[in-house]
């Protein structure tokens, strides 16, 4: 496979790594601040291109890469509740190893950034009514939408694995493992309530529903268009991801010195935790971007000091 063919593959890939954790981030995330870029390497604004394993690839049997993926719209069902998902921005380092695997780098702040939303019904329609007295005392003081808002943001908790990257250009085949949680912000809910743990994750496995539009331009290091470039991007738009694999563990740490009274009632409301198969999510409209070296081997043993310089000159 040449060089060329195997870095649309695996920008494919990444396609629905990035929408899949989309789904997620539609229930909320947490916002960071980001890097502005000039050209081409505009939307590569957390690519960890000073990650060891990024630097340390050689261009020959490590190709080191920049990916973005975005996601405007789609739903993701958790339980009993579903939620329609916000644009979200994910991005990763890829090497892409001679024998056909990828490792993955996050950036130093978590691989995913998303618009935050807030759970249908709030925490009426998360945890009321109960017979539990101490949660319906709490339901009996939710008066005003200020009480009963709840503002639900994905986490990375782990780098995502077991990357395929010919599952990438393929549909209905799992590409790659993303382990996450959810924190489930509300004052009475304190400020430890999650849907699962970095101990026990929710893990996304999504699939290509479609295969996306292809496109690919060419550019200087410092990200200025040139067709006679040393640098890439490759473009991928329109595909729809799923996965309805995935398990969901329960609420835990919810509640004000509680004893996990609401968590019993979060998750009896909203049927958690939830097996796999009873969950699913769907992104719509994704847009990925890969950035690389055209001839990485040209280069070598320094493709990803080259990478790295080049990212780092496009910086304004």
């Known amino acids: 496979m040449t060089g ?10 990444v396609t ?11 229930i909320g995330a947490a916002t960071a601040a980001t890097t502005q870029l000039n050209g081409e390497w505009a939307p590569f604004t957390r690519c960890p291109v000073d990650a060891p394993a990024l630097v340390a690839a050689d261009g ?7 990916v973005v993926s975005t996601s405007a719209s789609g739903s993701i069902k958790l339980g009993n509740t579903t939620v329609t998902t916000g644009r979200t921005d994910l991005q990763i380092g890829v090497v892409e ?3 056909g695997t990828s490792t993955v780098a996050a950036p130093a702040g978590g691989s995913l950034i998303a618009d935050s939303a807030t759970v249908p019904g709030g925490l009426l ?3 009321c009514p109960s017979n539990i007295p101490a949660v319906s005392a709490i339901c009996r003081q939710i008066t005003d939408s200020s009480l009963n808002k709840i503002t639900a943001t994905v986490e990375s908790v782990g780098t995502p694995s077991e990357f395929d990257q010919t599952a990438g250009i393929l549909t209905d085949q799992t590409i790659v493992a993303i382990p996450v949680r959810i924190h489930l ?10 849907i699962g743990t970095k101990s026990n994750p929710i893990v996304l496995r999504p699939k290509n529903l479609n295969l996306p539009d292809f496109g690919m331009t060419f550019f200087k290091a410092d990200g200025t268009l040139a067709d006679d470039g040393e640098m890439s991007r490759i473009n991928l738009t329109g595909s729809v991801q799923s996965d309805s694999t995935f398990a969901v563990p329960g609420a835990s740490g919810c509640g004000l010195g509680l004893l996990g009274l609401i968590d019993a ?3 009896l409301k909203t049927g958690l935790p939830s097996a796999a198969g009873k969950n699913n999510l769907t992104l719509n409209d994704t847009h990925t971007s890969l950035a690389g070296l055209l001839a990485p081997g040209t280069v070598a043993p320094d ?3 080259v990478l790295s310089q080049g990212w780092h000159s496009a910086v304004r």
């Open 4 to 13: 060329i063919s195997r870095r649309a593959g695996l920008v494919t890939t």
């Open 16 to 26: 629905a790594l990035g929408t899949a954790l989309a789904s997620f981030a539609a």
């Open 60 to 66: 020959l049997d490590r190709t080191p890469q920049c």
């Open 97 to 99: 190893n001679a024998d």
């Open 125 to 127: 329609g998360l945890m």
């Open 185 to 194: 912000q509300n004052p009475f809910l304190g400020s430890n309530c999650y």
């Open 265 to 267: 009632a979060v998750n």
């Open 303 to 305: 493709a990803g000091k």
